[in-house]
T-cell receptor, first 109, second 112 residues
Framework: QKEVEQNSGPLSVPEGAIASLNCTYS??????FFWYRQYSGKSPELIMS????GDKEDGRFTAQLNKASQYVSLLIRDSQPSDSATYLC?????????FGTGTRLKVLA | DGGITQSPKYLFRKEGQNVTLSCEQN?????MYWYRQDPGQGLRLIYY???????QKGDIAEGYSVSREKKESFPLTVTSAQKNPTAFYLC???????????FGPGTRLLVL
């Protein structure tokens, strides 16, 4: 079992729709959780961080964390073609960050 | 502007050659990291440093070496012992043990 698992995709959604990205992790001691967006050939850029159970909203993005079920998700509302990228989930336990392999999102115009 | 810089953007290595990738940050972060990313794969940790003059091996440290003589700098040397060095190398930093990690623009290493 991988420490952080994501569906590799591609996840295709029409423009304006909600994209839902999911991530599960195995270490119950994980303390902080992150979503990064990575365009092809570029470095990852932070989308959202979440530290406690529940939802956290920032503009069109909502991160959801459920520590009991060991999953974290990212919702992207009103998806735009510019959102097409690979989304990396990362979990952290005291200086060690573990990344999933990413979900490729394609937003169709 | 605060951020992380990496140089060069592209690096070419000949057989048997050691090469050094530069990483500098002005975010006043204590922790710095090196990752390797291969096509279609996630990030794999090479080395990390929580504080100046201290560093730990990550999951794939063989064939690599680092130093942390200054808070701002964490250079990575890819030695000739690393037989498959072609990859995208990412440097990152964070302010503490579980804080957000920020990435530099990356260095793409190719073998001639």
């Amino acid at each position: 079992q991988k420490e952080v698992e994501q569906n590799s995709g591609p996840l295709s959604v029409p423009e304006g729709a909600i994209a839902s990205l999911n991530c599960t992790y195995s270490d119950r001691g994980s303390q902080s959780f992150f979503w990064y967006r990575q365009y092809s050939g570029k470095s990852p850029e932070l989308i959202m961080s979440i530290y406690s159970n529940g939802d956290k909203e920032d503009g069109r993005f909502t991160a959801q964390l459920n520590k009991a079920s060991q999953y974290v998700s990212l919702l992207i509302r009103d998806s735009q073609p510019s959102d097409s990228a690979t989304y990396l989930c990362a979990v952290c336990r005291t200086y060690k960050y573990i990344f999933g392999t990413g979900t490729r999102l394609k937003v169709l115009a | 502007d605060g951020g992380i810089t990496q140089s060069p953007k592209y690096l070419f290595r000949k057989e048997g050659q050691n090469v050094t990738l530069s990483c500098e940050q002005n975010l006043n972060h204590d922790a710095m990291y090196w990752y390797r990313q291969d096509p279609g794969q996630g990030l794999r940790l090479i080395y990390y440093s929580q504080i100046v003059n201290d560093f730990q091996k990550g999951d794939i440290a063989e064939g690599y070496s680092v130093s942390r003589e200054k808070k701002e700098s964490f250079p990575l040397t890819v030695t000739s012992a690393q037989k498959n060095p072609t990859a995208f190398y990412l440097c990152a930093s964070s302010g503490g043990g579980q804080e957000t990690q920020y990435f530099g623009p990356g260095t793409r290493l190719l073998v001639l």
